[in-house]
């Protein structure tokens, strides 16, 4: 049922009105999946659970008490909105705002008991003085950028910046981070930037620093050592691989999380074949861009999506599925009769990346979660 039973449970008493478009978050398996990760990272590694955007649109609130149950450390959120939703859950446990925070945001921190990210001397001092005029002392994290270019403390200038920040009172510096660019498709850049950090984290780390610059995808060929000690994750944790060719993390045994499904509205007989108009367009996070190669499973035969995708409908060929009828089932991500389209071939056949497909779900589609 929605928000909370065994899914499909006589939907149709227990919900006000039938299923047309939803999508089925399994929790069960997304604890089991961070289970896995943390059981195989080194001892004393420390599992930064990045759940920005809705838990990546696998409903934070209630995704946040499985990932707790599962060994999550830390928590690593985009603004102070998700951070406060957060802490109306999770009481002690670290919440690391990886985005820059906004001046008149920075009151808030302290509301939250938020960790910052900061990324240049001057956001380090202003919150370094808010904090000695409340009389506290904040947990910072400098975020370096060793070549993503973005927010962060540009690693030509660490050997200045960052003995400043470290310098400063009112500010504890408990961690320093940063992203990679391109895990998934420059090994060599990535290495590049697992150098400048180590050569940067030689200098300037502290004992009892948490060093964290590896994400899903570096995870499949660069070893969590010295001098990192924590890691953070995101894609593996749903049970999604950040590969095309699908490997890499066969020892883990990670399952996906989240499925994607509608139903079959019409069937009619067009050119020669046999076309069903599904319940779910643009309204409901379907693109128009679907490649050549692009499929559906019905009655567990992938069909192919047609040109037709309008804002509340989508149409495809069910002439390979044989008695195919309103009412059934359609599976754009997920499992079927011993069939199953991921959601990484779902996102190339949209032209998306993975994290563009998860949250452009829209929450006109329903939430079902199976426990």
């Not at 510096?173 to 590049?192: C, K, M, N, P, Q």
């Not at 924590?230 to 989240?258: F, S």
């Not at 499925?259 to 643009?282: H, P």
């Not at 861009?289 to 192919?304: H, I, M, Y």
Request: glycine fraction near 8%; charged fraction near 25%; charge should be neutral.
């Amino acid at each position: 049922m929605r928000y909370g039973c065994t899914l499909f449970q006589k939907y149709k008493d227990v919900n006000k009105h039938p299923l047309r478009s939803w999508i089925e978050v399994d929790f069960a398996r997304l604890e089991g999946n961070v289970r896995k990760i943390k059981a195989s990272l080194p001892e004393g590694v420390k599992y930064v659970c990045v759940v920005k955007a809705d838990a990546y649109g696998h409903c934070m609130p209630q995704a946040l008490l499985r990932f707790l149950r599962g060994g999550a450390d830390i928590f690593a959120v985009a603004n102070l909105y998700e951070a406060s939703r957060v802490r109306e859950i999770v009481s002690d446990k670290p919440v690391l705002v990886l985005s820059p925070i906004l001046k008149e945001e920075r009151p808030l921190v302290f509301d939250f008991g938020a960790t910052p990210a900061v990324s240049s001397y001057g956001e380090a001092k202003a919150f370094s003085d808010l904090a000695k005029a409340k009389g506290r002392v904040l947990n910072v994290h400098i975020k370096l950028d060793t070549g993503m270019g973005r927010a962060g403390v540009w690693h030509e200038s660490a050997d200045e910046v960052l003995p400043q920040i470290l310098s400063l009172d009112g500010i504890r510096v408990s961690g320093i981070f940063s992203h990679l660019s391109s895990a998934d498709e420059d090994r060599d850049y990535t290495f590049g930037q697992f150098d400048i950090f180590r050569k940067a984290a030689a200098k300037h780390a502290r004992e009892g620093m948490l060093l964290h610059l590896h994400n899903s995808a570096a995870m499949r060929y660069v070893p969590v050592e010295p001098p990192f000690n924590a890691v953070r994750m995101g894609l593996l944790q749903y049970g999604i691989n950040p590969y095309d060719d699908g490997g890499g993390y066969e020892n883990l045994g990670l399952l996906p999380v989240l499925a994607f499904k509608s139903r079959i509205l019409a069937v009619s007989k067009k050119n020669g074949r046999t076309a069903a108009s599904v319940s779910a367009g643009y309204a409901d996070g379907i693109p128009s861009g679907f490649t050549d190669s692009a499929r559906v499973l019905v009655r567990g035969v992938r069909c192919p999506i047609l040109d037709g995708v309008s804002l509340d409908e989508t149409v495809i060929d069910v002439s390979m599925a044989s008695g195919a009828q309103v009412g059934d089932e359609v599976t754009f991500i997920g499992e079927q009769d011993g069939a199953e389209i991921s959601l990484g071939d779902y996102s190339r056949w949209t032209r998306r990346i993975p994290w563009e497909t998860m949250v452009a779900i829209p929450r006109r589609v329903d939430r079902i979660f199976k426990y």
